[in-house]
């Protein structure tokens, strides 16, 4: 253990020479970073980014949801995030009377916020490496499983301690490094979080699904919330008596504005990326999954589409959805066109040939041929489990069955009904007989379609449900219980390969992989080129939206205030978002991005089309995230919602 850990802070504590601005660092060790950070242009110093002893920049930044950012911009508790962040809770509030989708929502002052259950924020309030603790009482001999049920104890106690003083506090431990390193993060969850505002989503979601994951980019992607608190400023259950919550810190923010080569630094809290695994997953990725899982929300997509341009009220109702489905639908066909593009499988396997040629006589050797001969095993399960989750677990009808919360508010049948028949026919079609349940069979043969079954499932509730009860054991037993089987086998061996990785590459610096946590991803403002001939430049502005208007059409037609605003003049050159080299995945969504001061300059809300293989191999040429200018913020608010009483509580360095 003791030799695994050196070679883990060798892994940090190197700075590598090279200049790509890749990299998900944990704020606690930042300051191992901030050298590289500081020559880039970074002003501040470590203690500034992460402390225990005094308010940081960590402080101003939350978990927003169950897979957001976020970021305090008022010592009112006032909270910026991305509009696609609060889209859920807006739609919600929507009715046909109160339309907030499609005409934004601007609470004029505090009794006009609104609540929204369930809705929490989580601040971290320290995090440390408790590798040693996790692995206590450890022995060589141990079998796997007895090693597993101590750290799991081990992880047990350490998450009571964490949390005993209550007070909404939260605790996890995870394994970073493929379980070479543990962390424990400590957090302060908030219960009580209003809505206050939120732009029309002809601004918020200025583009829709054409523009998504692309540049470049005019989408005004953002809404406002305030977190609540007790009078003793903890976590307390909505209540009337609840107050503004006053945090320990919030940013400043800059309106100078962003150029080519100025720092840029992302602080939130990135979901998953799988940057150091085997060729054959992301052959299996390029190859399968992305193209099977893009077919079927396209059709998926279809169904709903027709159903919302019919209706306003099925629009309300199923925009979240929509988006939801459609948001990973388009990020997949640019993760599957960038990996083939940049050769990532030949150039993994390439890697992978030097690794098995230095391992000879290691441990490690042979290491290689062991993934690659359990992911030929798991890939024909994993298919079907992907293709299970796809299809039949994306029939609403069966989601009720199952138990899982839902609001019939948000259902409409028709669209429900057109998808079982389309998702059960693609799944029957796709699949060999042997992936299906024995009653999933005896209905194909009793009713002879799936629209006859469709009609008996949906009149019947005794129908769904039993069809529920089968799937859902089928899925327990059959599918997950094997795929979790083999994921375990192969993340054990996984555990070694890194350890490997780490010693063969002992000058390359090593970041461990997302997991929703916060990280600090730092870069600089940069255009692209997405292909021959053709350079994109970083910043696009209110002209860019005017050229793209158009009542016609219902991602392009902006609220005609915006169109009077443009034509009295002055406005022309707003800038609306910029592109920059940070490193950032889902759950980046709604991070700050700050200067080289710390000031906040920026909501990250995206990355580009041709760089979202990031999630697998990082390409400094190519792979770019997309923020929201803070003065397009500034500038809605002010411009559209006449919410000037907001801007009163934020501070301002120019």
Known sequence: MKRVLTILAAAFLFISPVKADEGMWLPALISQR???????????????????NQASLKDAV????????GELVSDQGLLFTNHHCGYDYIQKHSSVEHDYLKDGFWALNRAQELPNPGLTVKFLERMEDVTAAVNKGIKPKMTEEKQQALRKKNIGKLIDAAVKEGNGLKASVEPLFYGNQYFLFVFREYRDVRLVGAP?????????????????????????????AGADNMPADYSETNVPYTPKKSFTISRKGVKEGDFTFVYGCPGSTQEYVHSELVKYIQDVSDPEKIALRTIRLNIMKKYMDQSQAVRIQYSSKYA???????????????????????????????????????????ITDRLANLYAARNPIYRAYEYYRETVLAIEKIQMSDGEEHSLKDYYQPIDEETFVAMMTAFDKALDDSYKPAYFLEKRAQYGSMEAWKDAVFSDSKEAEDLTAALAEFYAAKLFAQVSAFNWSINKVYKDYM????????????????????????????????ADAIYYTPVSTLRGIIEKDNPD???YNIP???????????????????????????????????????????????????????????????????????????????????????????????
């Open 34 to 52: 901030i050298g590289d950070m500081q020559a880039k242009g970074f002003k501040l110093s470590a203690e500034d980014i992460y402390s225990v």
């Open 62 to 69: 939350v978990l927003f949801g169950r897979g957001c950012t």
């Open 200 to 228: 029309p989503s002809s601004i918020g979601k200025f583009g829709g699904e054409t523009d998504n994951w692309m540049w470049p980019r005019h989408t005004g992607d953002f809404s406002i919330f305030r977190i609540y």
């Open 324 to 366: 939801s489905v459609a948001n990973a639908w388009k990020k997949w066909q640019g993760e599957e066109k960038g990996l083939r593009k940049n050769k990532v499988v030949p150039t993994k396997q390439a890697y992978e040939k030097r690794f098995e040629e230095w391992a000879v006589g290691t441990r490690y050797e042979g």
């Open 499 to 530: 350890q490997g990785q780490m010693e063969f590459e002992n000058e390359r610096t090593f970041y461990p992989d997302a997991n929703l946590t916060l990280r600090v991803a730092y870069g600089h403002v940069e255009g692209y080129r997405p």
């Open 553 to 555: 059409i219902f991602d």
């Open 560 to 654: 005609q205030v915006l169109r009077d605003i443009y034509a009295e003049g002055g406005h022309e050159d707003q800038p609306v978002c910029f592109l920059a080299t940070n490193h950032t995945t889902g759950g980046n969504s709604g991070s700050p991005v700050l200067n080289a001061e710390g000031q906040l300059i920026g909501i990250n809300f995206d990355r580009v089309w041709e760089g979202t293989m990031s999630d697998l191999v990082f390409d400094p040429e190519i792979c770019r995230n997309i923020s929201l200018d803070v003065r397009y913020i500034l500038f809605i608010i002010k411009e559209i919602g006449h919410a000037d009483y907001l801007l009163d509580e934020m501070s301002f360095a120019d």
